[in-house]
């Protein structure tokens, strides 16, 4: 999946949100580890705990969103 993924994001900066939850976590760093790997520059956007995910966050604390996501990228 890793090798697929960092074929068509060569020179592209990549931010990745996963779930809050241990699971989405625990995605977001394989992910991220594995596109780093592959010199892909990565940030992760950290989603606030009690948010469940990128959406759920954007759609109640826009302000907090846009926010951390600039500090993201």
């Known amino acids: 999946m890793a090798d697929a993924l960092a074929g068509g994001l060569h020179g592209r900066r990549v931010v990745i949100a996963g779930d809050s939850d ?3 976590q625990a995605v977001t760093r394989y992910v991220a580890q594995a596109l780093s790997d ?5 940030h992760r956007l950290v989603i606030p705990d ?4 990128v959406s759920e966050w954007r759609t109640s604390a826009s302000g907090t969103f846009d926010k951390a996501f600039i500090r993201a990228v």
Not at 38 to 42: T, Y
Not at 50 to 53: A, L, P, Q, S, Y
């Open 50 to 53: 009690g948010v469940g995910d």
């Open 38 to 42: 592959r010199g892909i520059e990565v």
């Open 22 to 24: 241990a699971a989405g």
